[in-house]
């Protein structure tokens, strides 16, 4: 058993993450932005002692000092997971909405383990695709990307708009962890999580249908009917994908294995496209039929040139046996319906 400090407890990620651990046997200190969020986290573990899980409440991740508290307990920790993070574009100031909270996010908790809690020799960060993707280059055939690409984006495209933002957010928060080790050298090591689209299941008692991750709006959008008529510049299509409950398990496995230290992991499953998305919900939920874009659909397929990909790590390294898009999309959608899809 490891006693865990995990980040951001009410997020997408984090809720399967924390799911796993408890399924595990760890003992987790979740972070929360209130009482309210962790209150609705504790009722459904209701079986779940206090010496296995209980809350601590960091309101606002960006401010200096953030996580000096939360870093500290009784038993003390001996791991990090850090997956409290900024990801949406609805944003009117791209520094103060995106940038800073995940930098100094990152950095912050990074700073508070070295100065208060020297007992943690784990930290496991998530990051994103896009601090490994390079936008500029599209679809770029002739390369295959994996955890030895960096995006290349600048502090002044940053602020360009929300999806600059958020990809710089990412690469800048990524780089400042690495850097902070090598600068630091402090008695922990770290690992990131870097994946494309997150796709699979919501857990229900943290999601309602207006405020879902993301990557599962499509489906939800899908389902609703607000894709039908929509062709593919409307619908982008980012071509690579994950479960949620891989990136769970990578969270997990990187935090659990010595051989995953120090090492990024670029965690996805392969590619997909919202052609097969849809004929896929076609396929298992009649009841959608009418909501979908039509069998004749042209949007939504792959291009016909796309780059390619390498997660050959993360199958080695942390046993990452993929769950199929079949079963991702079943999965989410089943779940949308639970929440009144």
Known sequence: ?????????????????????????????????SQAKADKISEAYPNVGKDKLSFTIVEDIAQEGAF??????????EAVLHTASPFHFNVTDVQKQLLDP?????TGILKSIKAHAPTIKRVVITSSFASIINPSK??????????????????????LNPANGYRASKTFAERASWDFIEKEKPN?????????????????????????????????????????????????????????????????NAMERDEAANKRFFTTAGYFSNKEVVQIIRKNF????????????????????????????????????????????????????????
């Not at 295959?144 to 002044?156: K, V």
């Open 68 to 77: 000096e508290k939360a870093v500290v307990s009784d038993p003390p920790f």
């Open 102 to 106: 995940a930098i100094i996010g990152t």
């Open 1 to 33: 058993m490891t006693r865990v400090l995990l980040t951001g407890g009410s997020g997408f990620i984090a809720a399967h993450t924390l799911e796993l651990l408890l399924k595990r046997g760890h003992s987790v200190v979740t972070t929360v932005r």
């Open 286 to 341: 009649e009841e959608y039929a009418d909501q979908l874009p039509p069998e004749s659909w042209k949007g939504g397929d792959y291009p016909s040139k796309k780059y390619g990909i390498d997660n050959s790590r993360c199958e080695k390294i942390l046993g990452i046996k993929w769950v199929s898009l079949e079963k991702s999309v079943v999965d989410t959608v089943k779940s949308l319906k639970e929440v009144g899809a």
């Open 138 to 159: 599209g679809a770029w055939p002739e390369h295959i990307y994996s955890e030895s690409d960096w995006n290349p984006i600048t502090e002044s495209e940053a602020v």
């Open 188 to 252: 922990f090591t770290i690992a990131t999580i870097n994946p494309p689209l997150v796709l699979g299941p919501i857990v229900h008692h943290l999601n309602s249908l207006d405020a879902l991750n993301t990557s599962n709006e499509r489906i939800r959008n899908f389902i609703q009917g607000k894709s039908k008529d929509m062709d593919d510049s409307e619908t982008p299509n980012p071509y690579i994908w994950v479960d949620v409950r891989d990136v769970a398990e990578a969270h997990v």
